[in-house]
């Protein structure tokens, strides 16, 4: 048993404190990664009612309903910053990562508070997969939703079509960790590929973009 | 060979087309004229491919677990909903609020619903996916009277055709089972008449090269049809509409290139 709200805090007040010296993208960074943050401790409230009231064992819960609540919840911030503030491309990707990054770390935090952190190997493994999807299922969200807000059509279809994609990924990859062995494997290296695939798509969209 | 490892060969083969068809479309991007729907177009069939991976994944490594609505519907529905975005872009909205065509889309959409909760008793499930499935029957639909892909005799025969296999659909439900069998023959004559038929159409359409945005409505409709199918049929029927389903999604990659570099 952990206490998630004071470790939450514990992070949380000296990342506050940094707000008071921080100006524009800095601070918008800062104010995403503790969104994230908070975001990660409101979803698993979520996720264990959702739990209880299903029956569910955690690893089912872990599979079929923390991706779809996760996603969800890491989409509403990003909607409302898109639609109230309607901020610039690079904004909403920045906003996007740092709410991702949060939620991964606060997430992990929590994990290796539990599991401990003897094995070096494991906690990497954990760094890298879990960290890495978090932030590329932000990312193609982001990407889905600035392209939808730049063409100014079908906005309901694309923002649902957007979130099947990160709900997916992230289920994907909950389903294979949970096997040992081969796709377990798989699983790990998955979002660190996709990173890299992003990484060249981003690469060539800001390439045009110039 | 079982019908579990059919199955797993018919998802590697939709999913290796899948990827093939999001790695030409994203090269078509730069080359193409239009941006939005052919984006649109690429992140759905992105959707309708990670839903086959999961599908693959979960039915190895959780084959005895059914979970009702679990991720790969989602990317599932996701995709239907971006292919429809993708056609709404290259045709435009249309002004029209309910035409005779599109009364007949939701009808049939109402019906395969109650055929669907019939059969599988997951009520949220099927209603939830019915009402995505009801928007893309309704775009197609209206892209096609758009495009004038039919001609009206033929409009006929399709309406006739699918009144006949819903009738026939929800006979098989209630008649006994020896009786069955003749049924399920005649709804899998009509079904694979029609899916036939589409193909003609399409590789007609194709072949003629002057209406690509036609030969895409009627490869999206085709693709529809398919999947009614593989939702209609047990094994082993079931797996040639799935191999339909993945030969459509290559008509609609081929029909779509031609729009977007041709139009």
Known sequence: MIYAENILLCIAVPLVVTLGFLKSSARRLVISFLLGMGLCLISAYITGYLSLISNLSSEDVSIYLSPVVEELMKLLPLLFVLYVFNPADDTVFLCAVALGAGFATFENCCYILTAGVESLYYTLIRGLAVGVMHVVSMLVLALGLVLIRRFRVVSLAGVMGALSLSMTFHALYNLMVSQPGVFSYIGYALPLATAGVMYIIFRQLTDDKK | ?263
């Open chain 2, 1 to 263: 060979m079982t019908y579990k490892w059919v199955a797993v060969i018919c998802n590697l083969l939709q999913i290796a087309a899948l990827i093939v068809i999001c790695i030409k479309t994203y090269r078509l991007i730069e080359r193409g004229k239009k941006y939005l729907p052919t984006i649109l177009f690429l992140f759905g069939m992105i959707a309708l491919m990670l839903s086959e991976l999961y599908w693959l994944v979960h039915g190895l490594i959780r084959p005895d677990f059914r979970f009702p609505y679990s991720s790969s519907e989602v990317s599932q529905d996701g995709g239907l909903l971006l292919l429809a975005a993708a056609l709404v872009a290259l045709l435009g909205r249309s002004r029209e609020k309910l035409t005779l065509a599109t009364l007949g889309a939701i009808a049939f959409t109402l019906v395969n619903i109650a055929l669907w909760i019939l059969w599988s008793g997951e009520w949220f499930k099927d209603i939830f996916d019915g009402i995505i499935f009801m928007y893309y029957l309704c775009v197609v639909t209206r892209s096609l009277c758009r495009t004038g892909a039919f001609r009206r005799r033929e409009w006929v025969c399709l309406v006739i055709g699918g009144t006949i296999l819903i009738t026939g659909e929800a006979l098989w439900t209630f008649v006994p089972e020896s009786l069955q069998l003749t049924i399920d023959i005649g709804n899998f004559v009509f079904m694979f008449s029609i899916l036939l038929f589409l193909y003609a159409k399409i590789l007609y359409n194709l072949r003629r090269g002057d209406t690509p945005l036609r030969s895409l409505c009627l490869a999206y409709a085709g693709f529809t049809w398919s999947l009614l199918s593989m939702y209609m049929s047990s094994e082993p029927m079931y797996f040639a509409s799935f191999c339909s389903s993945t030969a459509m999604a290559v008509l609609m990659y081929i029909a779509l290139e031609r729009v977007v570099t041709q139009e």
